[in-house]
């Protein structure tokens, strides 16, 4: 069992920045594979970032490539999300998630998720 506490959420003015945290534990955290998922007011779940292990390898999705950067600090048990240059397109409940199995990191079908933490942007 893998328990994921995210923070960091809230409301900004477009052009801001946040950044939002998602604490692992049950697992060593060098074990997990960690993505990071939204899902805006009447849409389909959307990937956004994945990182593995010890971050070796980094997938964005294309919309926020430049503006987003995953990260992740073993000591600490966390994984992270800098959003700059918000827009309010990026409006969205994001989610924290970890893959267990081998499959590809930008699929949907990861095994534990967080509770989900609110990003506003307005315009």
């Known amino acids: 069992q893998v328990q994921l506490v995210e923070s960091g959420g809230g409301l900004v003015q477009a052009g801001g920045s946040l950044r939002l945290s998602c604490a692992a534990s049950?697992?060593?955290?060098?074990?997990?594979?960690m993505g990071w998922f939204r899902q805006a007011p009447g849409k389909s779940r959307e990937f956004v970032a994945a990182i593995t292990y010890r971050g070796e390898t980094i997938n964005y999705t294309d919309s926020v490539k430049g503006r987003f950067t995953i990260s992740r600090d073993t000591a600490k048990n966390t994984a992270y999300l800098q959003m700059n240059r918000l827009n309010p397109e990026d409006t969205a409940v994001y989610y924290c998630?970890?893959?267990?199995?081998?499959?590809?990191?930008?699929?949907?079908?990861?095994?534990?998720w967080g509770q989900g933490t609110q990003v506003t942007v307005s315009s």
């Open positions: 049950g697992r060593p955290f060098d074990t997990l594979r």
């Open positions: 998630a970890v893959k267990a199995g081998w499959g590809s990191l930008v699929s949907y079908d990861y095994d534990y």
